[in-house]
Nanobody, 117 residues
Framework: QVQLVESGGGLVQAGGSLRLSCVASGRTFSSYGMGWFRQAPGKERELVVRISRSGRIIYLADSVKGRFTISRDNAKNTVSLQMNSLKPEDTAVYYC??????????WGQGTQVTVSS
């Protein structure tokens, strides 16, 4: 059974940083692309960043360019999201997901990120 477990969320002041991690299990991690999504209260879930199997960043939302970056460690079955210069509008539940060609079939439970002004 495929499982994704996120960690690293929390409360931070505007301008601060957080690093989210997602550990995957249950299938060959390096065979699948990964993505980080977020969903703010009252809003639809949105794709934040997408990374290929080999670690190439395929997509990065305009709203986070220059502030967020994604990386993966295939030896540790882990994908990370480094978030710098956080803004109150980054407040959301963040989810990691795994899949092929942008079609995600497994999701984590989410981790809350709250940025205070």
């Amino acid at each position: 059974q495929v499982q994704l477990v996120e960690s690293g969320g929390g409360l931070v002041q505007a301008g601060g940083s957080l690093r989210l991690s997602c550990v995957a299990s249950g299938r060959t991690f390096s065979s699948y692309g990964m993505g980080w999504f977020r969903q703010a209260p009252g809003k639809e879930r949105e794709l934040v960043v997408r990374i290929s199997r080999s670690g190439r960043i395929i997509y990065l939302a305009d709203s986070v360019k220059g502030r967020f970056t994604i990386s993966r460690d295939n030896a540790k079955n882990t994908v990370s999201l480094q978030m710098n210069s956080l803004k109150p509008e980054d407040t959301a539940v963040y989810y990691c997901a795994t899949g092929v060609d942008g079609r995600y079939d497994y999701w984590g439970q989410g981790t809350q990120v709250t940025v205070s002004s």
